[in-house]
């Protein structure tokens, strides 16, 4: 499907991990101004869960911090996007880019239903990566987008372990 820019997708995803090998992403839909964020562990070496979500979001960009050595064999997110994205634009944004703390200000701010009625009060503590891929994804899209997302104009899904775990299979 093509949009008016030529670009097949309209999803953004951004994306970044710690060493426990929990996985935040964040895709934001340039055409509905929608935001979904999700967090999970990644189980397999080939980042299986991060690459099927990828699929189903398709996206135009995804947006990585820099690239540095996962633990145990596993490939990483950024070497996952390389070897398996290539023809998707990747953007490296710096990692302080990536601020759980501002994240949880912009959903705060931006989403258009109150942070409480999505039951965000206890996702801020427990899923700060997602949060962290969210601001750095916002960040992207107003820089280079030009898209500025106003105040309780966004729509914020939240997909919990359990509803990921559901949809990987």
Request: net charge negative; proline share 2%; hydrophobic share 45%.
């Amino acid at each position: 499907m093509e949009d008016d820019g030529g670009e097949r997708s309209s999803f953004v995803v951004g994306l970044i991990e710690n060493r426990a090998k929990e996985v935040g992403m964040a895709a934001f839909d340039l055409r509905s101004a929608s935001l979904h964020l999700s967090q999970y562990i990644e189980t397999s070496s080939s980042y299986q869960n991060t690459n099927t979500l990828l699929r189903f979001y398709d996206p135009c960009v995804i947006i990585v911090p820099p690239n540095k050595l996962a633990a145990d064999g596993m490939v990483g997110v950024s070497e996952l996007v390389d070897r398996c994205y290539s023809t998707v634009r990747k953007v490296v944004f710096a990692r302080g880019c990536f601020d759980d703390t501002k994240g949880a200000v912009l959903i705060q701010n931006l989403a258009a239903e109150e942070p409480l009625a999505l039951g965000l009060d206890t996702y801020y503590k427990q899923h700060y990566l997602s949060l962290a891929a969210a601001a750095a994804t916002i960040k992207w899209i107003e820089a280079e987008k030009g898209v500025i997302v106003t105040n309780h104009s966004l729509t914020v899904c939240v997909f919990f372990h359990t509803v990921l775990s559901y949809l990987l299979r």
